[in-house]
């Protein structure tokens, strides 16, 4: 038999590598980890994490003012970026060392360097070559960049905005995905001008058209100024800040631009046409249901897969991985109904499949929604509204699809998630008490049917 170095060796110390690395030294596998730049990835250093504490930031001057309608009144207090990015900075470096104490007590060796792939069972990394039985590539994606005039020089992109000097007054975000539309809203919260340019019809293209239309209307009461149909053709430094181009030909001038026009595949420099491993025609890593590669020793998972690019898909494609790989239980990742939040102002919480979809699939579906004010801004004066919405396949009255925009809908939809995982027809819903008074117990009391156009019904 081979003698290896060790059992796994794992290429990327986000949360999914670092998942499937601690969980592989638990069954008793020799494993080691190599990172090249910060361990928790994207998500825990200029992603997730630091967007969800911007996110909260960006709600407190909204809270500020609705408090008048409770009673509460006094001086607005002041925002201070640089104290924002401060204490952001120390909750990330924490949370860099829990998952490196995490990997030390695992037993799992911590490589600091950038490793690649050298054949189909070594890798090199600071010097060393070292051998695996098994290798795991889990290095993420990110941002992508424009190449027209000007954008590679002045244009920023999602990773940069956690570390600017000092917040902008006149913010132009482009792109029409769940980024843009987070970080518009988190400028707009902290007191900018905001524009957000997408070059479609309308933004957050696959999520349900109920929710992208609700969701403009409710950023539009917030001042954010939406511009579809159009993209930057170049932009250029000025005295006063950076004139940007459209393609309409029109001239506007803004003190940062940032570009949020979609991730690709870290691939570039790992060594992968080397060692055989085939990309697919988005330029992501392939891998079949098991995340095995076309060199059977070489596994991916994550964003590098461009599968479901979320941190908890990472995590549980990790623990896959591990079942198939050190348990014996060949374990393919189910990526069905996972439920997805944006971050939006107002968020989204979202599980299962779109109106679109679902009659795609079935035909005829059932359709339930509601829109309404919030008890929270009967008194607080705000205009916000939430919409809620309930998709059934008639025939087995299963709930396929669950949708809202609005206060708490992330938190809310995480319970949803658990009960479309399980089957739940509309007759279950139906049946579950609401909890009162809260915007949740909508879903447990919607009852009427919405009547459809003929035209769509018949689709």
């Not at 003190?255 to 570039?268: C, E, H, L, S, T």
């Not at 309930?390 to 938190?411: T, W």
Request: glycine residues 12%; proline residues 4%.
């Amino acid at each position: 038999m081979t003698s290896y170095d060790f059992d796994l060796f794992t290429i990327g110390g986000g949360s999914g590598g670092v998942r499937a690395a601690r969980f592989a030294a638990a069954t008793g596998a020799k494993v080691a980890i190599a990172e090249e730049r910060w361990f928790g990835g994207t998500c825990v250093n200029v992603g997730c994490v630091p967007k969800k504490l911007f996110s909260y930031a960006a709600h407190f001057r909204e809270d500020f003012h609705d408090a008048a309608g409770f009673g509460w009144s006094g001086p607005v207090p002041s925002f201070d970026w640089l104290t924002l990015i401060a204490n952001k900075d120390k909750e990330i470096h924490r949370l860099n060392g829990i998952y490196e104490q995490i990997l030390g007590k695992a037993g799992v060796e911590i490589i600091k360097g950038r490793a690649t792939l050298i054949d189909h069972h070594t890798v090199e990394v600071a010097g060393r070559r070292i051998t695996a039985r098994h290798i795991l590539v889990a290095t993420g994606g990110k941002p992508q960049r424009d190449t027209r005039p000007g954008a590679a020089e002045l244009g920023l992109v999602s990773d940069d905005l956690f570390f600017l000097p000092a917040l902008p007054r006149r913010v132009l975000v482009a792109g029409g995905g769940y980024i843009a539309v987070e970080f518009a809203g988190i400028f707009n919260g902290l007191g900018s001008q905001v524009t957000q340019v997408y070059r479609g019809d309308l933004f957050l293209r696959g999520f349900d058209d109920d929710v992208r239309r609700f969701l403009k209307a409710e950023m539009e009461k917030k001042g954010i100024r939406l511009v579809f149909n159009q993209i930057i053709e170049r932009i250029e430094k000025t005295a006063g800040g950076q004139a940007v181009t459209f393609s309409d030909g029109s001239v506007a001038e803004y003190d940062a631009v940032v570009y949020a026009i979609g991730r690709v595949p870290n691939v570039a420099g790992l060594g992968l046409e080397a060692a055989g491993v085939k990309l697919n025609d988005k330029g992501a890593i392939a891998v079949d249901r098991f995340s095995q590669t076309s060199v059977p020793s070489i596994h991916a998972i994550g964003d590098v897969t461009d599968r479901v690019n979320l941190t908890p898909v990472a995590l549980a494609e990790g623990m896959a991985l591990v079942k198939t790989l050190f348990q014996g239980k060949p374990t393919a990742m189910d990526h069905a109904n996972i439920p997805t939040a944006v971050f939006s102002h107002p968020p989204i919480g979202t599980v299962g499949l779109t109106e679109g979809q679902a009659r795609r699939e079935y035909g005829a579906v059932d359709i339930y929604r509601s829109d309404f004010k919030p008890l929270k801004h009967t008194l607080s004066g705000s205009g916000e509204r939430t919409l809620m919405k309930l998709i059934v396949e008639p025939k087995s009255d299963r709930v396929v699809g669950a949708h809202m925009v609005g206060l708490d809908a992330p938190e809310i939809l995480q319970g949803i998630g658990i009960a479309l995982k399980a089957g739940a027809t509309k007759a279950d819903f139906d049946a579950t008490i609401g909890i009162h008074p809260t915007a949740a117990e909508e879903f447990v009391t919607m009852r009427d049917r919405v009547a459809e156009p003929a035209a769509k019904a018949a689709e």
